[in-house]
């Protein structure tokens, strides 16, 4: 494992800060408890069934190591590290063993993002892996000006093919033009809601399940699923739950255009800010805490704002409460979650980074930083425009090693595993609660 | 895939011989039908249960792609490449969550060899990849010697304990010290018998099952599997079974010393450089066609001939008689395989090499080429005293590139993979065929 992580020097990101404060003892308790923590783990995917994939955006703050997004349909498979692929491929092969077994075909329905070439990079690299898992994959575009096979060329020499999305089966199931597939794929969050095409699918899995998309997901429901994760697995180890969760509050009716709610984010960025304070205190943190103000549904970095006093959300000027009221595809953002600000140490070479971990099935399948140059370590890095610098992880999150420092790559991965596997199993809670009746 | 072929050349096996004869036909085949392979090994696992590991050597001859010989307590995870280290964690994790999901100890049972350091490195290995799957694992040795926790220091700095098994819960469990596993799992091939402390356990699994030990298991049981195996999957592909089969004739009651036995070795030895005969025919092979004659129980490269005429059995001089007629730990032979020989083209610079595929449960986790400087390419590489060099495979097994010469590196390891997971699948039938009539 030694060898593996020195081996390309290059891709081990250069970590300016030397941690010395409690996340070394968070990382050195996982280290010395993984088999506590694989066990724990291994239990509770008996009693949950995990999403088929997931990423996890994380933060660490040096004193505190929390996830602070967790996505059910992730881009950005294309930034792994390539020496992992045959991992994703094995796990893949776990996940579709429980799903249909005896299949040969799964359809795969992208977002719409038919000129966003890095995202289609990421459906190219899907197919890869499933096809590598023994799956016939062909793509359905929800797009209604695909109306025949249409071949796009990607940067690498790949190609892609995205077909028109049909009803088959006298309307029962999807599928395309001679392509009866046992499983869809879902790689669109449904931010604008399920398309009519997608609805009343019969004898068929679509997964994730539609009600994990935007349209109904609510990141608090995330996050208080996670927070009992936290206390069970911060009980398991003995560590305050603190350490691992990101505490948050909820104002449901915020109209940012008629100013109406502003009472409620004032209070809740007050309190959140006050609970921060005492914690801050009790661990002799010297930071300035703050908290972020972002939509309760998906954002794809859109609507997130950092406030460091509740008085900051009650003098948003026009262009800040445009900004904050719309997310992806125009939504309006009536629902907002404001999450404690975890502000991160991690650096690639100068500039502000956070890991982001990748799973497939239950399995940790790789990871990157998100490089952001030109924000600061208290601010959302995933923002468009900005010069975005994905950095594979070096080595594997599944082999931690007692005889390195609790720091070095290794370790550090399998802290962010670890972190990451909880949220994946907040995620599976998560969609638990949200099935709809007739599905329990 | 490509770049992970390309990137560590000093790791790609240099082939000399150029390969275009059905042996590319046979690697294409697996390419263009990789989905249906994959399928059909899927569908194979859902009525049958994998061996928890298994390495299998293979030989490729140019014009064919066969299993020799298949280990169920393998040696040698020590010599996989190290970055592939996370797959077989991921696939251990697989693996214990079948058997025993609950539990957090395992007790590993090694050879007694403890002054092969070679070995020793896999069982630190092996320990390695159980703990990162979330075990305690400890070591329980059957030498009389060890009566109290032994360290054993390794070449690369590790240290094993061997501790004194013992029977524990008032004689109905395996275990150690203050110690008692779930599972106790088998890395001792049990050819001189099962041991008395390892009979009659109770409430805890024993994996592999006893009956998979060399006591019991014969080669002859092995490969009559594997012909029913390789039948159905070259049906389902539409090729010749041969391709993939190796031929085998058994003689049940030979004496080398006592010459008896030897009519029935050269009859069988005759019918079967026979039939290869006309096989060789058929494909246009100019080669002159052999026959290994080995010990139907586990060898250890002992007891090992090559034989390409029915008359050389029946002139062997003492010093020959004597060789074939022992076996690892002074075992006499009296059943013999007379197996088809299957040159290998494989080359390591100059050097005689056959690739050997290592696999945990289902999975291929990774492999390497046994070389041998002073064998031919019709001879037994694993031949003790003579230079061994194990070189890792460079990329996975799991990633074939339908871009690339059927003959590229990931294209080639993932043929080999196929086939030793139709050997792994003739382990699982061989050993549902030697249960005994109880755990039926």
Redesign the interface.
Known sequence: ?I??AM?DKTMVPHLTTALTGPLLDLERRFLEN??????W???Q??EHTPPFYASVDLRNAGFKLAPVDTNLFPGGFNNLN??????C???T??A??KIC????SVLLIPENHTRNQFYLMNVARLS?IL??????VRIGSLLPEITAPTPIDLPDGQQLVLEPLQRIDNGRRLGLKDFDPCAVLLNNDLSAGVPEILRNVHDQFVIPPLWAGWHVRRKSAHFAAYRDVALSFASELGIDPWLIDPGFEVCGEVNFHERTGEECLAVNVDTLLNRMRVKYKEYGIEAEPFVIVKADAGTYGMGIMTVKDASEVKQLNRKQRNKMSVVKEGLQVTEVIIQEGVPTVERVNEDTAEPVVYMIDR?VVGGFYRVNSARGIDENLNAPGMRFEPLAFST?????DARLDPDAPANRFYAYGVVARLALLAASLELERAAPAETA
């Open positions: 494992m060898r593996t081996k993984e088999t506590t923590v694989e066990r783990l291994r239990k995917w008996l390539a020496d992992f692929l045959p991992l491929v094995q796990a092969m776990v579709i063993e077994p005896d299949a040969k890869v096809r590598h898992a023994g799956l016939n399995y594997g999150c599944s082999l931690p």
